[in-house]
């Protein structure tokens, strides 16, 4: 039987979540289960869009409570390394928790800011921000301190929903986004203006936890 790569990475990360699950509480207290197998399915097809290899660099920002980060870990092995930075306390501490009970010595985390990633610069190969631009308040800026942090000709993925209808702008974030999400050919104009070229945009990528449908924007930062 012939197994493509993408298979292969598939089944590998599935493997994983199914003997080296970590313990986290449900809803808002860690991560559920929903969450690490969205994310063992969707690694391996980003690992591919974003021309990831072994020994790479990945930034996942705005990370959450981490399940696209180890997935991301265990692809890129010992010799790569991955980046999480998030706001949350309770986050952070749980995606250090989790990398140290899973012995991922390659995950990095990070406390981002309000304007920027806190990432070093020039560090990745790839940046993938999943479900948090939209709650970007100050979006220009923490564009700007991915393309520092974006090695030239690097990759930035954007996967996100579509305003939802008759909800309100989270505070804080810019009045544009007509709703609980954000409009598409909104990210692309923000993210082109930062200095990225759009690469390709899916808008059928996925559905979220509360099965909204997801896009997928990917950009890269010029090579000099």
């Not at 980060?69 to 930075?85: D, E, I, N, Q, W």
């Not at 598409?184 to 909204?212: C, M, N, R, Y």
Request: charged share 15%.
């Amino acid at each position: 039987m012939h197994l493509t790569r993408t298979t292969v990475i598939t089944l590998v990360l599935l493997f994983n979540f199914a003997v080296s699950r970590p313990v986290f509480a449900q809803g808002q207290q860690g991560l559920t289960e929903e969450q690490l197998k969205t994310a063992a399915g969707e690694v391996p097809r980003l690992v591919e869009l974003l021309q990831l290899k072994p020994g790479m660099t990945v930034a996942d920002v705005g990370a959450g409570f981490g399940a696209w980060t180890m997935a991301f870990a265990k692809v890129l092995g010992p010799s790569g390394r991955v980046y999480a930075t998030d706001l949350g306390e309770r986050q952070i501490a749980t995606m250090r928790e989790s990398a140290k009970t899973q012995g991922l010595t390659n995950v990095t985390v990070l406390e981002g800011a309000e304007r920027s990633t806190n990432l070093p610069e020039a560090c990745c190969n790839a940046i993938l921000i999943r479900d948090a631009y939209h709650h970007l308040t100050q979006p220009n800026d923490i564009l700007k301190s991915m393309a520092t942090a974006l090695r030239p000709g690097g990759y930035l993925a954007v996967i996100d929903f579509p305003p939802r209808p008759n909800t309100e702008v989270p505070q804080g974030v810019p009045a544009n986004r007509g709703g609980h999400g954000v409009p598409l050919d909104v990210v692309v104009s923000e993210v082109t203006a930062a200095g990225f070229t759009s690469i390709s945009a899916d808008k059928a990528w996925g559905t979220g936890p509360t099965q909204s449908p997801l896009f997928l924007l990917i950009f890269r930062k010029p090579a000099n």
